[in-house]
């Protein structure tokens, strides 16, 4: 088994079955709820163009799910600190990159998950009209490399402040490598 597949394996895992995860996805799921109910039943919003309102859901679930990804990125390597299971990580055999690709392979999956649960969502505010399949697929191509690139922010946020915690000044980055991991 690849140490990239296992380490993205365990980062969902964590997603889905801890605690803390499940309560992420549950109060988005309560946002995009408010945010649905909002489109639909406000008498000025429900006035909307169809495609306009399911282009405004889709931005609504790209914002969130941009933030769940920052949170997932961050907590992936802070988190790891946190419950002392970083050295045993960066001890194991396995290359940094792999495990940094396991890693955002996590926030990946936390993506997809975020998708599938927003599907239900965007077919409640578009069902009326013909932009229904478009939103989907909007959402789709566009919403991946955004939200990827807050969980990457993520990760490079959450080694940074490792580093600053630590305070090991030969070690902790500067801010050109932040950039530079940006």
Same mark, same amino acid.
């Given at each position: 088994?690849?140490a990239?597949?296992?380490?993205?394996?365990?980062?969902?895992?964590e997603?889905?079955?801890?605690?803390r995860?499940?309560?992420?996805?549950?109060?988005?799921?309560?946002?995009?709820?408010?945010?649905?109910?909002?489109?639909?039943?406000?008498?000025?919003?429900?006035?909307? @163009?169809n495609a306009? +309102?399911?282009y405004?859901m889709?931005?609504?679930?790209?914002?969130?799910s941009?933030l769940?990804?920052?949170?997932v990125?961050?907590?992936?390597?802070?988190?790891?600190?946190? &419950?002392?299971?970083?050295?045993p990580?960066?001890?194991?055999?396995a290359?940094?990159?792999g495990?940094l690709?396991?890693?955002l392979?996590?926030?990946a999956?936390a993506?997809?998950?975020? /998708?599938f649960?927003?599907?239900? /969502?965007?077919?409640?505010?578009?069902?009326?009209?013909?932009?229904?399949?478009?939103?989907m697929?909007v959402?789709?191509i566009?919403?991946?490399?955004?939200?990827?690139?807050?969980g990457?922010?993520g990760?490079?946020?959450?080694? /940074?402040?490792?580093?600053?915690c630590l305070? @090991?000044?030969? &070690?902790?980055p @500067?801010?050109r490598?932040?950039? +530079?991991?940006?």
């Amino acid at each position: 088994m690849n140490a990239t597949f296992l380490i993205a394996r365990k980062e969902a895992g964590e997603l889905l079955l801890n605690l803390r995860g499940l309560t992420w996805l549950i109060t988005v799921s309560v946002c995009l709820s408010a945010f649905g109910l909002l489109l639909v039943s406000n008498t000025e919003l429900s006035l909307l @163009d169809n495609a306009q +309102v399911v282009y405004d859901m889709t931005g609504i679930v790209t914002a969130l799910s941009g933030l769940l990804a920052l949170v997932v990125g961050t907590d992936t390597i802070a988190g790891e600190r946190e &419950r002392g299971s970083l050295v045993p990580l960066l001890l194991t055999p396995a290359p940094r990159n792999g495990i940094l690709f396991g890693k955002l392979g996590g926030v990946a999956i936390a993506w997809t998950i975020m /998708y599938f649960l927003s599907l239900p /969502y965007l077919w409640a505010v578009g069902s009326t009209g013909q932009n229904m399949l478009d939103g989907m697929l909007v959402l789709a191509i566009l919403g991946t490399p955004v939200v990827l690139g807050f969980g990457f922010f993520g990760l490079v946020l959450g080694g /940074y402040f490792i580093g600053f915690c630590l305070g @090991d000044r030969s &070690r902790r980055p @500067d801010f050109r490598t932040l950039c +530079v991991g940006l």
